[in-house]
């Protein structure tokens, strides 16, 4: 560019030394010329540094347009379409002789449990021996490579996913909550309830008094940027949600890890009274948390260590 404008300059003296020889332009009207000149060609060059600016900005556009325009993969499957969708979740889950890696090496090795309708079951094992991706598995993000998980007797393989992800409640160590009022925040997994099943769900999460107490109620913002809430408190507002989702299956990953043993005690309540009648699946290493379980799985190394009614297994550690 610089270059461009020099030779620009060039041209305009020349032009303007001949014309002002000939006398058809007096010196003012040149150097009145030569600095409207000098302001264009700085405008243009903006311009053109502006658009180069933009480039690589288009350039992340398109690779996000890309990104969001993606079908995962399961959609891409042509048998996608013929996909199983029950008409009810009765609650049996069956692992069968279930192993699985992400990558070569293998996480889960022959697993083999079953877990009965209304009945809860607590995963319990060390950090990183594959309790987190026996749940991927049973959220279907995974298909094990060997074995099967069956659900009433069905092949998780064969079963819709949407449908089944609307058969699961999950309360995590991680609670998401929105930049929205605490009805909203609670209403997450059911958007169209009302507003007195928001508050039975609450009454349930023995958060409702704790919200009647803040003074916008039910409709005090929390979130990113609206009132704080305790680790405790976010925890219940998850439940609450799980209750109003009211889904027969459950999953409770850690779902006590981040709180002191006193907060523990009541949520564990709360929590008791959710599982009753689901399917639970509990992954703890709290072994307190274990006893709302009718059974424990103990996994080492990836693969089933003991397992048992929790009071057997009680006993043993
Ligand atoms: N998405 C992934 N890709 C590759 N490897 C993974 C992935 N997720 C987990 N792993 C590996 O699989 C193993 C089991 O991980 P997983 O998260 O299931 O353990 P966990 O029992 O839930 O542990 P924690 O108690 O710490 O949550 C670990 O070695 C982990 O590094
Ligand atoms: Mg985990």
Do not use: C
Request: charged share 20%; net charge neutral; proline share 3%.
């Amino acid at each position: 560019m610089d270059g461009i404008q020099f030779m620009l300059m060039m041209a305009v003296m020349w032009v303007g030394v001949y014309e002002i020889q000939r006398g058809a332009m007096t010196m003012g009207d040149f150097v009145a010329f030569l600095g409207y000149v000098l302001i264009m060609t700085g405008a243009v060059y903006s311009l053109f540094t502006t658009y180069q600016s933009f480039q690589p900005m288009l350039a992340s556009m398109d690779r996000l347009k890309e990104l969001f325009s993606m079908v995962p993969e399961f959609e891409r499957d042509k048998d996608a379409r013929k996909l199983y969708v029950p008409e009810a979740f009765i609650g049996r889950v069956k692992f069968d002789k279930v192993s699985f890696a992400y990558g070569k090496e293998p996480v889960l090795k022959n697993i083999s449990f079953e877990v009965l309708p209304g009945e809860a079951v607590a995963l319990v094992g060390p950090s990183g021996v594959g309790k987190t991706t026996m749940i991927n598995l049973l959220l279907k993000l995974y298909i094990p490579q060997s074995g099967a998980i069956y659900l009433d007797g069905v092949n998780l393989k064969g079963i819709d996913h949407v449908w089944l992800r609307r058969q699961i409640g999950v309360v995590s160590q991680e609670i998401f909550l929105f930049n929205d009022t605490i009805e909203n925040n609670i209403k997450y997994g059911k958007p169209n309830a009302g507003h007195d099943e928001v508050v039975a769900a609450a009454r349930k999460a023995q958060i409702h008094d704790f919200i009647m107490g803040l003074p916008d109620g039910y409709n005090t913002v929390i979130g990113e940027r609206g009132t704080k809430l305790s680790v405790g408190q976010r925890q219940r507002i998850s439940i609450a949600r799980a209750f109003l989702k009211d889904s027969p299956l459950l999953i409770l990953d850690e779902p006590t890890s981040a709180i002191d043993v006193e907060t523990e005690r009541s949520i564990k309540e709360s929590l008791s009274n959710l599982v009753k009648g689901r399917t639970t699946f509990i992954i703890t290493y709290r072994m307190s948390l274990a006893d709302i379980a009718d059974k424990v799985v103990g996994i080492v190394d990836g693969s089933i260590a003991r397992a048992g009614t929790n009071q057997e297994i009680l006993k043993t550690v």
